[in-house]
């Protein structure tokens, strides 16, 4: 008990932190006459990002990674036959124009979407998010690619992707 709240105290001082610095570093900071890039473009609110700190458990699964394969293998550099071990930052993103699930939260890697947390880990993330009053935030935690061999054969592994995230989702 003592231990899940260390792990909620880390990840709402991860939060405050990175929220308080995206708030000092935004737009609406900088002094007047700033060049901005895109300026001809309708600018769109960016969400606060949050990293969360890992134990190096990995055990939160993404689902429907199987439809990201391609994706996945770039990622990793292609195929190999002993496939892949890549460690690599994940951003976990609130999507609620999801026409399937409005409480879906998308995982992307290096700018790819590459799969979902279940629904039963996206409303449990949520509702965290929620109860610490973070509503819209972008967070980033570490996460593990792997599988992806190919030794030839038909002998192909898919890809598989889990997430360090020390929240009280994938127990």
Known sequence: MEFNTTLTLIFVAGVILVYLWDRLN???NKPKGAVRLGAAKKLQARS?????PGQGSFRVSVVGESNYQADLESICGGRTENGAYEVVEAQLVLEESNPY???????DIAGKTIGYLSRE?????????NEQGYRGVVTKCT?????GWDRGGGDKGHFGVTLDIPAKIGN
């Open 143 to 147: 996460a593990t690619i792997v599988g």
């Open 121 to 129: 880990n996206a409303r449990q993330y949520r509702g965290q998010l």
């Open 26 to 28: 935004s737009p609406a």
């Open 101 to 107: 699930d409005p409480d879906a939260v998308r995982v």
């Open 48 to 52: 606060p990002v949050a990293i969360i």
